[in-house]
């Protein structure tokens, strides 16, 4: 297959797994929300909850929306270059 193809195929896989977190984030926090004013209204526990997991979504989308995120393809060509040259050493 062409590698544009591979690469924008990738990137679509990407954006869906993004969007399937950050959809599951809300419905849960929301759900957490609800039980923690049901049975601790005292406790905001639900926060941690939402923080830890929040984190983890705004690193997620920071990856697949910027350019040269971490793991981008830039990142991949220039360790295939480095691990090439180790190995013809």
Not at 17 to 41: D, R
Request: charged residues 25%; glycine residues 4%; hydrophobic residues 45%.
């Amino acid at each position: 297959m062409d590698e544009n193809y591979e690469r924008a195929k990738r990137r679509v896989h990407q954006l869906k797994a993004f969007y399937t977190n950050l959809i599951s984030y809300i419905v849960v926090i929301i759900f957490l929300a609800f039980v923690n004013y049901l049975t601790s209204p005292g406790t905001w526990w639900f926060l941690f909850v939402a923080l830890i997991w929040g984190i983890f979504v705004v690193a997620q989308g920071l990856s697949v929306y910027s350019k040269r995120g971490i793991f981008s393809k830039e990142w991949e060509d220039k360790k295939i270059e480095e691990y090439m040259e180790k190995e013809n050493e």
